[in-house]
């Protein structure tokens, strides 16, 4: 967010990197874009394909291609676990 500052986000970083290497587990970074925009379920993202970006208001959608309800920062997590784990596809293969 825009709130915390680069600086003390920076410093927060380095302290969840401290403390993976502490415990042997691996500390990534992923690119953040689109990762709240995109629907988890299908690979839609809104903001495309006249599909209406979603505002910093709106803390639970639908997706308008395969109905999914999302609470926005649960399906934001999701996005940001695919990303780390390279299986962001965009879009998804249809869903039935
Ligand atoms: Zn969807």
Not at 31 to 53: E, F, L
């Amino acid at each position: 967010s825009q709130a915390i500052s680069d600086v003390g986000w920076r410093r927060f970083l380095n302290m969840l990197a401290y403390k993976a290497k502490l415990y042997d587990k691996e500390f990534i970074t992923i690119d953040p874009k689109y990762t709240t925009q995109r629907c988890h379920q299908c690979g839609t993202i809104m903001g495309q394909n006249g599909c209406r970006k979603l505002k910093l208001k709106d803390r639970e959608w639908t997706c308008p291609m395969c109905q999914t309800y999302h609470i926005r920062d649960w399906n934001a997590a999701v996005n940001i676990l695919e990303k780390g784990l390279g299986s962001w596809q965009n879009p998804k293969k249809q869903v039935a």
